[in-house]
T-cell receptor, first 116, second 114 residues
Framework: DADVTQTPRNRITKTGKRIMLECSQT?????MYWYRQDPGLGLRLIYY???????NKGEISDGYSVSRQAQAKFSLSLESAIPNQTALYFC???????????????FGPGTRLTVL | QKEVEQDPGPLSVPEGAIVSLNCTYS??????FMWYRQYSRKGPELLMY????GNKEDGRFTAQVDKSSKYISLFIRDSQPSDSATYLC??????????????FGKGTLLTVNP
């Protein structure tokens, strides 16, 4: 099955450490997204990419950076992790081809990140 | 005012009950409306999709959109324990292009008790 995968699934790290979360997809979709989910705050968009050369900031990009290494891979980095970046992180993809439901996003299983 | 408001619950109902989940929004440009279901320790998955106003039914699920009131609803009939999940509304104004953005509600946690 075409899928969206995230690694690692769980990560505990310390304040100040650099950490990278990776996302891969076999759906052939052109758009990829990174969200974080916090209790009481819902899903918030960090970065999104419409193709390899088109990367855009979302509503909460401070403290994060991304890299679109290929159409199928989109990585999120925390350059110097802080405790308030403890959250559940989701990667998602979408497809701009005709015939699909407009704006439907397909989510990975999530990465639970804890910053001590 | 947040663009999308959703009561986070939690909502607990007995098996077989009719469940009503709701979102309100402030952006009159929204025309694509979705409901995602998120099981514990999983990513959200699209459950229902509606374009513009009206109703859409899929089995036990009915999605309603009232653009005049800026109000959307998801109804679950004959609720089952397997419906226990967080339900997130989501909406957007455009079908694509550089201005695309999908705005999510905070999600409502639903528990259906056997």
């Amino acid at each position: 099955d075409a899928d969206v995968t995230q690694t690692p699934r769980n990560r505990i790290t310390k304040t100040g450490k650099r950490i990278m979360l990776e996302c891969s997809q076999t759906k052939g979709h052109d758009r990829m997204y990174w969200y974080r989910q916090d209790p009481g705050l819902g899903l918030r968009l960090i970065y999104y990419s419409f193709d390899v050369k088109d990367i855009n900031k979302g509503e909460i990009s401070d403290g994060y950076s991304v890299s679109r290494q290929a159409q199928a891979k989109f990585s999120l980095s925390l350059e110097s992790a802080i405790p308030n970046q403890t959250a559940l992180y989701f990667c998602a993809t979408s497809d701009t081809r005709t015939g699909t439901i407009p704006n439907e996003q397909f989510f990975g299983p999530g990465t639970r990140l804890t910053v001590l | 005012q947040k663009e999308v408001e959703q009561d986070p619950g939690p909502l607990s109902v007995p098996e077989g009950a009719i469940v009503s989940l709701n979102c309100t929004y402030s952006n009159s440009a929204f025309q694509y409306f979705m409901w995602y279901r998120q099981y514990s320790r999983k990513g959200p998955e699209l459950l229902m999709y509606t374009y513009s106003s009206g109703n859409k039914e899929d089995g036990r699920f009915t999605a309603q959109v009232d653009k005049s009131s800026k109000y959307i609803s998801l109804f679950i009939r004959d609720s089952q324990p397997s419906d226990s999940a967080t339900y997130l509304c989501a909406m957007s104004a455009n079908s694509g292009g550089s201005n695309y953005k999908l705005t999510f509600g905070k999600g409502t946690l639903l528990t259906v008790n056997p």
